[in-house]
Structures are given as structure tokens and as C-alpha cells.
């Protein structure tokens, strides 16, 4: 991308601009608006440091060109000068994409908290102990990350794992993390009850949600039906002796919530609220993704739900990630929590869909 002086000049007037609003003692009274100032000025301060960095490598290219088609400069100034073209043109590339990085425009939604609901798909008990496996590899990784992790509710199996489970991760960056593990997981081994050692299939489909804020959802209470009763246990007997179990419905969209975990109702109906809420933003984020779906249709961040994004082989200790193509060996690894290489390098493919369509829409504008 062309980065001349102007360019330069604009981008350091847009961070003065910044830095004098951060300086007027009424915006410093207002946590908000203050917080949201450092955030557009750090992010400003990078862009001109990126921008620099550009001009630094093309100035230098330029410089050094000139001295190299100098008649009249001397072959020791003219090697020099090659050293430094050399290197400006193998730095200018990768200075290049690092500004049209930080040039995208900032998702909202990567600092805020999540949640995540796991269900077993096809595959019967082994469908259920494999959900179980991706909940506690999630868990595991939240631990490795210092993230909190809060149960929100959970329906168990007969024979051990969930049918589903939904839980939140606090922490910094967490949707940033995780956001690429929505789709369906598919798991390949010989279950514990297979006396033949036959390999089986099964899955689970992960949804993951930003958590909604009240000021993303605004929910009216004549849009929602509030139901209590008793919680069920597996086999289907009363856990509680109090209407403590909350079910919700959101009669515009059918949207339903339950919530059995906790022996309070308030905490029941403050985690299905979280959930609902949840819900109701993904849906509209779904749809605002949907209007785009043809520049984004190929891309790691599609958010399709049913689609088979991964593969876990247990014969072979091997996971593969079919939409960027990854295959690690290291499956034993993988399902305790050390997820870390797999969701930089989907994130990173990510940036570069985003960076293809941005440059797209630049190019046809």
C-alpha cells in the first residue's frame, strides 16, 4: 500500500485529535468514553508506528536505487548501498501486511467473555463421553490460559459424558481464543465397550457465542414466559424439593433456555437470562453475517454450525482442522488442553480472509 507524507501527516493529526480529547477533564469523568478513547488511540499509535515502517523501507529502497545508478559514486558507497536495498525489499513485504493488518477494522466482539455450548451428536454413549472429552479439553485450556470457567448447565449421560453442557470463559481475549471452535467435532476410536476393537465415529457440535451485555440485548420482559419447576436428575426423579429450575422462552424468536444446576431460582434464572441473551446476540450476528455471506463464504470465521470442521483419530494420535488443512500429531496433547498452535494458526488464516476481502473492497471502491 502507498504510504507517502500526507498519508503520514493524517495519521498523526488523528492522534493528536485523540490525545487532546484524552486530556479534557470531562472525558476522563467518564469511564466509558475514556476507556474507549485509549483503546482508539493505542490502536492509532500502531497504525502510524506500522505506516512508519512502510515509508522508513520505501524511502530507503528509493535512496538507495540513487546511489546505485550514481555514475559517480564509488563501488565500495554503491555495495553498501545493495546491502541496504537488500534488506528494505525483503522488509517491505512483511511491513506492508503488518499495516494493512492493523488497518482492519477492530471485531468488537474478540475482548468480550463467552459462552459455549457443547451437545453429542451421532454415535449414541460414545457421542456423550466425546462431549465430555471436549468439555474438559476446553476447561483445561481456560486453566492453562488463567481464564474462569462457570458451569451454566449441564445434562449428563447414563453412561458418563453430557448430552449437553453449556458454560461461560472469563478472561482476556477469550472469544478471540475460541470463536473458531464453532461447528461439528468428529471423533474416531475404539470405544471402551468394543470387545471386537472396531473403530467408531461419533460427534458433537460446539457452539460459540460472545456473551451479550445488556447493552447489545435489550430484553423486555412481555417478551419472555418465565416457567418453574422441580429439577430433574438422569434417571428423571426430582433432584430439588422447590420449583428452583427455570425455563425460558422468548416468544418472538421461540428461543427456549432451561436452567436445573443451581438450588437457587434467582442464580437458575440470572444464568439462563445470560444464556438467553447470548442467544438472542449470536442470531443477530448471524444474520448481519449472513448479508456478507458471499465475500465471506470460504473463510475460517464462516460460523456455520453444522459444519464438520475437525477430526479427532485416536489410532493414529492424530487431529486435523479441514478448513485450513492442519494435521497435528500430537492428539494426546491436543484433548488435554494444548490447543494453543491450532487457534493461532486459525486465527491467523482468518486475518488474512479479512485482509483479502478488505483489499477487494478498496480495490472495487
Not at 448430552?163 to 461461560?168: A, Q, V
Not at 451479550?212 to 423486555?220: F, G, Q, S, Y
Request: aromatic share 6%; charged share 30%; hydrophobic share 35%.
Amino acid at each position: 500500500m502507498k504510504v507517502d507524507q500526507p498519508f503520514l501527516d493524517k495519521l498523526r493529526t488523528q492522534l493528536t485529535s485523540l490525545e487532546t480529547q484524552l486530556s479534557d477533564p470531562a472525558v476522563s469523568a467518564d469511564r466509558d468514553k475514556f476507556t474507549k478513547l485509549m483503546t482508539d488511540h493505542s490502536r492509532q499509535k500502531n497504525i502510524l508506528f506500522k505506516a512508519e515502517t512502510v515509508f522508513n523501507c520505501t524511502q530507503a529502497i528509493a535512496e538507495s536505487e540513487e546511489i546505485i545508478n550514481d555514475p559517480e559514486a564509488d563501488d565500495e558507497f554503491k555495495e553498501l548501498a545493495q546491502i541496504d536495498l537488500d534488506e528494505a525489499e525483503q522488509n517491505l513485504p512483511i511491513a506492508d501486511k503488518d499495516l494493512l493488518i492493523s488497518l482492519l477494522r477492530p471485531d468488537p466482539n474478540e475482548s468480550k467473555n463467552t459462552i459455549i455450548e457443547i451437545r453429542a451428536g451421532t454415535g449414541g454413549d460414545e457421542a456423550g463421553l466425546f462431549a465430555g472429552d471436549l468439555f474438559r479439553m476446553y476447561t483445561r485450556f481456560a486453566e492453562l490460559k488463567g481464564w474462569k470457567a462457570e458451569t451454566l448447565e449441564a445434562s449428563k449421560s447414563e453412561q458418563g459424558g453430557f448430552k449437553e453442557i453449556i458454560f461461560s470463559l472469563e478472561g482476556n481475549d477469550v472469544f478471540k481464543e475460541m470463536q473458531f471452535e464453532s461447528g461439528v467435532h468428529r471423533v474416531q476410536r475404539v470405544p471402551e465397550t468394543e470387545a471386537s476393537g472396531r473403530i467408531h465415529t461419533s460427534a458433537a457440535t460446539v457452539a460459540v457465542m460472545p456473551e451479550a451485555e445488556a447493552v447489545d440485548i435489550d430484553l423486555k420482559n412481555e417478551e419472555i414466559r418465565r416457567d418453574y419447576y422441580r429439577s430433574q436428575g438422569p434417571g428423571g426423579q426430582s433432584v430439588n424439593t422447590t420449583d428452583s429450575a427455570v425455563r425460558l422462552t422468548h416468544i418472538p424468536t421461540g428461543l427456549i433456555v432451561t436452567c436445573q444446576d443451581e438450588k437457587s431460582q434467582h442464580k437458575n434464572l440470572e444464568k439462563a437470562m445470560r444464556v438467553l441473551r447470548s442467544r438472542l446476540y449470536d442470531l443477530k450476528q448471524q444474520e448481519e453475517a449472513a448479508k456478507i455471506a458471499s465475500t465471506r463464504k470460504s473463510q475460517v470465521g464462516s460460523g456455520d454450525r453444522s459444519e464438520r470442521i475437525r477430526t479427532y483419530n485416536f489410532p493414529q494420535n492424530r487431529v486435523t482442522d479441514h478448513r485450513i488443512n492442519l494435521t497435528l500429531y500430537s492428539l494426546d496433547k491436543f484433548v488435554e488442553g494444548d490447543i494453543q498452535e491450532m487457534a493461532n494458526e486459525l486465527y491467523a488464516r482468518d486475518l488474512e480472509d479479512r485482509l483479502a476481502v478488505e483489499l477487494e473492497e478498496n480495490s472495487e471502491g
